[in-house]
């Protein structure tokens, strides 16, 4: 199992627990991102940076993703394709995404799109908080700790 992320998007708090995550539990983690920043000096961590453009670092997250590896991503469509290719799917604010509600999730994100095209102001989601913190680290850990149990952890 490796964690794959898609970073532009990802709050700096969220990715340091992947870092601690990634160190603690000995697991590759990749970052994707159109800009470059810090990531820690260790051989489990990597930045790959992604050339400019919409959906580059989704495009790049779909094309290595494994069956068993875990994607964190707040972006519907790319949570819909890695689900598919038998991959783990949990958002920074710690909502894990399954087979049994992507397709909700995607009707909803279609609707809103309608709505924000025709002029209304839909706002977006609220600053991340410290319950969202510890919701994604409960998850982050719940789903880690399945996948050692049922083997896929190496």
């Not at 990597?46 to 997250?61: C, F, N, R, T, W």
């Not at 409960?138 to 050692?148: E, F, G, K, N, Y």
């Amino acid at each position: 199992m490796q964690i794959l992320v898609d970073a532009d998007a990802c709050p700096v708090v969220i990715r340091d627990i992947l870092y601690r995550t990634a160190q603690k539990r000995a697991l590759k983690l990749t970052l994707f991102a159109n800009q470059s920043f810090q990531v820690p000096a260790s051989p489990l961590i990597s930045l790959y940076q992604v050339a400019k453009g919409p959906d580059m670092a989704d495009h790049e997250i779909a094309a290595r993703v494994a069956t068993g590896d875990l994607v964190i991503t707040a972006d519907i469509p790319l949570a819909s394709e890695v689900l598919e290719k038998g991959a783990l799917v949990v958002t920074p604010r710690g909502e894990r995404y399954t087979e049994n509600n992507i397709r909700q999730r995607l009707q909803m994100r279609d609707f809103m799109e309608t709505m924000r095209a025709s002029g209304e102001h839909t706002g977006g989601p609220p600053p991340l908080n410290q319950a969202d913190r510890k919701t994604f680290a409960d998850q982050l850990d719940r789903i880690l700790t399945q996948a050692i149990r049922r083997g896929s952890g190496d």
